[in-house]
């Protein structure tokens, strides 16, 4: 159908036929009732192109496809190694359309072109390449217990999969989220986020031409409250897996608990940075200023509390704020000189700038800052540093997911990891020193799922990622990723135990 495709050109020079379907059995469908969504370039405020909205009668038609190929030889009965292969293939063409892959997520998302082609793409084929390998290597165990008895277990896939992704990342949390659940067997409906519609439709026809049998991955795009809703709640589902908000989570948990779903979140944070006097200050200011103004700021692990020891805060800040303004340009998506493109969506934008609000009529003081960049189209904030910080202020306390961060000083190691713990959030943390006593000491006593020691925002597909507390729940990523999307079945064989 000629409305499930258009033909597109970024501003950067490169063309070419956008989906705008909804993905199901290695098609592109309209949505049953019509509805579309816009994709904005955040940096213009215009319209790049409009994508069919899953209603609930859409999302059904997903999951049924998903079910039917969950217990279908062509998927059911593929060696593990056949598996592999088929990701590998994904891998391999998502790597040969990277420059496209990257100018859709930074035209419709915002961040940096060369962001996307730098980190973003090699993060997405990394993973997929990942767990390709571990396919055929997902075994279960022989028990001993008694010469009358021979008993095993089985690791298998859990079933039909929803997965919800944000719009920070979008490849990349596609290829976190599919990785494993494929390499382990299951099938796949992945809603994308409404905000970044566009790149997961591109993908989905690199599934197809992979090779991968119908069903196996459907995408939607479609609204939180519709579309979402329908895929957690849906009976045929058997696992959710969601990033984003940790308000979101809590609605999830609540939905998925009516049929006792399995699910893994990955949630909010508000992650500490702590800055021993004996540390590389160089390298310190350099990862701290990564840690939080990368991406926009938009990350769920940036290390927007930052605490210094009191022996180096004053050269610190200092050097902290010359930093941003060596690095941090603010610009559009091309320029291949931007570090910090437009924030993601206006209502994002409008959420940041009130948070530096709220800052001052706290009585924080604005080291850097403070204010939107520029003054034409677009939503552009100047990066943010707010000093004069006391922990009982909501800009120390709650998420803000922008380039706004806060510096304050301390005193002793005890008294920092207090303050460091005193959140809801335990998603990230960073630790600045040369003493590797302290470095594990302080890794240890963090309440965070991960903690960076000399580094930030450090992360590696190899290694299980996840959050304690209001962060999250399970881990994605490594081995342990793998754990998410596989149960234990124990099978007892009757060796002669007789009545």
């Given at each position: 159908?000629?409305?499930?495709?258009?033909?597109?050109?970024?501003?950067?020079?490169?063309?070419?036929?956008?989906?705008?379907?909804?993905?199901?059995?290695?098609?592109?469908?309209?949505?049953?009732?019509?509805?579309?969504?816009?994709?904005?370039?955040?940096?213009?405020?215009?319209?790049i192109?409009?994508?069919?909205?899953?209603?609930a009668?859409d999302?059904?038609?997903?999951?049924?496809?998903?079910?039917?190929?969950?217990?279908?030889?062509?998927?059911?009965?593929?060696?593990?190694?056949?598996?592999?292969?088929?990701?590998?293939?994904?891998?391999?063409?998502?790597?040969?359309?990277?420059?496209?892959?990257?100018?859709?997520?930074?035209?419709?998302?915002?961040?940096?072109?060369?962001?996307?082609?730098?980190?973003?793409?090699?993060?997405?084929?990394?993973?997929?390449?990942?767990?390709?390998?571990?396919?055929?290597?997902?075994?279960?165990?022989?028990i001993?217990?008694?010469?009358?008895?021979?008993?095993?277990?089985?690791?298998?896939?859990?079933?039909?999969?929803?997965?919800?992704?944000?719009?920070?990342?979008?490849?990349?949390?596609?290829?976190?989220?599919?990785?494993p659940?494929?390499?382990?067997?299951?099938?796949?409906?992945?809603?994308?986020a409404?905000?970044?519609?566009?790149?997961?439709?591109?993908?989905?026809?690199l599934?197809?031409?992979?090779?991968?049998?119908?069903?196996?991955?459907?995408?939607?795009?479609?609204?939180?409250?519709?579309?979402?809703?329908?895929?957690?709640?849906?009976?045929?589902?058997?696992?959710?897996?969601?990033?984003?908000?940790?308000?979101?989570?809590?609605?999830?948990?609540?939905?998925?608990?009516?049929?006792?779903?399995?699910?893994?979140?990955?949630?909010?944070?508000?992650?500490?940075?702590?800055?021993?006097?004996?540390?590389?200050?160089?390298?310190?200011?350099?990862?701290?200023?990564?840690?939080?103004?990368?991406?926009?700021?938009?990350?769920?692990?940036?290390?927007?509390?930052?605490f210094?020891?009191?022996?180096i805060?004053?050269?610190?800040?200092?050097?902290?704020?010359?930093?941003?303004?060596?690095?941090?340009?603010?610009?559009?998506?091309?320029?291949?000189?931007?570090?910090?493109?437009?924030?993601?969506?206006?209502?994002?934008?409008?959420?940041?700038?009130?948070?530096?609000?709220?800052?001052?009529?706290?009585?924080?003081?604005?080291?850097?800052?403070?204010?939107?960049?520029?003054?034409?189209?677009?939503?552009?904030?100047?990066?943010?540093?707010?000093?004069?910080?006391?922990?009982?202020?909501?800009?120390?306390?709650?998420?803000?997911?922008?380039?706004?961060v806060?510096?304050?000083?301390?005193?002793?190691?005890?008294?920092?990891?207090?303050r460091?713990?005193?959140?809801?959030?335990?998603?990230?943390?960073?630790?600045?020193?040369?003493?590797?006593?302290?470095?594990?000491?302080?890794?240890?006593?963090?309440?965070?799922?991960?903690?960076?020691?000399n580094?930030?925002?450090?992360?590696?597909?190899?290694?299980?990622?996840?959050?304690?507390?209001?962060?999250?729940?399970?881990?994605?990523?490594?081995?342990?990723?793998?754990?998410?999307?596989?149960?234990?079945?124990?099978?007892?064989?009757?060796?002669?135990?007789?009545?």
């Open positions: 159908m000629s409305n499930l495709y258009v033909d597109l050109e970024a501003p950067n020079g490169r063309k070419w036929s956008q989906p705008t379907g909804l993905f199901i059995n290695n098609e592109f469908v309209p949505s049953s009732n019509g509805k579309l969504l816009e994709s904005i370039d955040p940096a213009t405020e215009s319209k192109a409009e994508v069919h909205a899953a209603s009668e999302v059904d038609k997903a999951v049924q496809a998903a079910k039917a190929a969950l217990v279908h030889d062509s998927w059911k009965n593929l060696p593990g190694t056949d598996r592999g292969i088929l990701m590998s293939k994904l891998a391999d063409l998502i790597e040969d359309n990277k420059e496209l892959l990257a100018t859709i997520d930074a035209w419709d998302n915002g961040k940096p072109y060369t962001v996307a082609m730098t980190d973003d793409l090699p993060e997405a084929i990394g993973t997929i390449r990942y767990y390709s390998g571990w396919a055929d290597k997902i075994s279960g165990q022989t001993s217990t008694t010469s009358a008895k021979f008993a095993y277990t089985l690791r298998q896939p859990i079933g039909v999969i929803g997965q919800i992704i944000p719009w920070n990342y979008p490849l990349s949390m596609a290829a976190w989220k599919l990785g659940a494929l390499a382990c067997g299951n099938t796949v409906v992945l809603k994308a409404e905000q970044t519609p566009l790149s997961i439709l591109v993908l989905g026809t599934i197809k031409k992979a090779g991968f049998p119908p069903g196996v991955v459907n995408f939607i795009n479609g609204y939180g409250q519709e579309a979402g809703a329908t895929l957690v709640q849906h009976p045929l589902v058997d696992k959710v897996a969601f990033t984003g908000s940790t308000a979101t989570a809590s609605q999830i948990m609540k939905s998925a608990a009516a049929t006792l779903k399995n699910i893994t979140l990955e949630t909010g944070g508000k992650s500490p940075l702590l800055v021993f006097d004996d540390c590389d200050i160089e390298q310190a200011i350099k990862w701290s200023h990564l840690g939080i103004m990368s991406n926009q700021g938009q990350i769920c692990t940036a290390t927007s509390r930052i210094v020891q009191d022996t805060y004053e050269s610190f800040v200092e050097k902290f704020k010359a930093q941003i303004q060596e690095v941090s340009k603010v610009g559009d998506q091309w320029d291949e000189s931007t570090y910090q493109g437009p924030q993601v969506t206006k209502a994002q934008y409008d959420r940041i700038l009130s948070y530096i609000d709220i800052g001052v009529s706290e009585g924080a003081t604005v080291l850097t800052g403070g204010k939107r960049h520029g003054d034409g189209k677009g939503f552009f904030i100047q990066p943010t540093v707010f000093t004069n910080v006391k922990d009982s202020m909501r800009v120390f306390k709650e998420e803000i997911f922008g380039p706004v806060t510096i304050s000083s301390f005193e002793s190691e005890d008294a920092v990891i207090r460091a713990n005193d959140s809801p959030y335990g998603l990230g943390a960073s630790v600045f020193t040369k003493d590797l006593e302290r470095a594990h000491r302080v890794a240890v006593e963090i309440e965070a799922g991960m903690v960076w020691v580094s930030s925002q450090d992360c590696d597909f190899r290694i299980p990622f996840g959050g304690v507390k209001q962060s999250g729940v399970g881990r994605e990523l490594g081995e342990a990723g793998l754990e998410a999307y596989t149960q234990t079945k124990a099978v007892h064989i009757n060796m002669g135990n007789k009545l």
